[in-house]
């Protein structure tokens, strides 16, 4: 009788055991696919500020008598990287195919009166795949903004060498900046 109780009290702690690695696992997991999404919200967040400061180095140069008064080839120089900055920028950000697991109507439709332990662990599975294929999507958004990194330099340094070693800057306004004016804004002044 003592055996029976003594393997009774055993079994009882196994499975305490196996229901806490569970839980454990699935918490792990949890937690590193919220790592994760922030990660990817980070990378989203960088592409976006690399988009909005080569808007706006953009609109400095484009209404720049300066910038106006250069040849092509500088504009060529010039603009050619920050297009490809812009494009590899976007392309980070577009990525939009990562998974956010479990849906709830699914989840209800498919677990509803079922035990807890058998819930948890399809959850876990499914916890995995999206990580595993998040992953591969976050690796991919991060490589995209690295070469949008690399081309801002690059573009910053094009323009940079430009600024520098230019003869259009030599007696006059460098900085000054022209406006558009509309037709009808021309004739009301007159």
Same mark, same amino acid.
């Not at 819930?119 to 958004?141: H, M």
């Not at 949008?148 to 573009?155: M, Q």
């Not at 800057?169 to 804004?185: A, C, I, S, V």
């Given at each position: ?7 009774? @009290? ?17 918490? &792990?997991?949890? &937690? ?96 995995? &795949? ?7 999507? @976050? ?52």
């Amino acid at each position: 009788m003592l055996a029976v109780e003594n393997k009774l @009290a055993y079994n009882n702690f196994m499975a305490r055991q196996a229901k806490n690695s569970d839980d454990l696992i699935y918490t &792990e997991i949890k &937690e590193r696919i919220s790592e994760q999404n922030s990660s990817i919200k980070s990378v989203d967040t960088k592409s976006a500020f690399v988009l909005s400061f080569v808007a706006a180095v953009l609109a400095g140069l484009v209404n720049s008598s300066w910038f106006n008064g250069l040849s092509w080839t500088y504009h060529l120089t010039i603009l050619a990287p920050f297009g490809i900055t812009c494009g590899f920028s976007l392309a980070a950000l577009l990525v939009r195919q990562y998974r956010a697991d479990p849906d709830p109507t699914n989840l209800i439709e498919r677990y509803k009166g079922k035990d807890e332990d058998s819930t948890k662990g399809q959850l876990t599975k499914n916890y995995e &795949e999206v990580f595993s294929n998040n992953q591969t999507i @976050a690796d991919k958004k991060a490589n995209l903004s690295k070469i949008g990194f690399v081309f801002l330099a690059i573009s910053i340094l094009a323009l940079m060498f430009t600024v520098l070693f230019n003869d259009n800057l030599k007696g006059e306004d460098t900085w000054q900046t022209t406006r558009y004016q509309h037709p009808l804004m021309q004739l009301h002044q007159q």
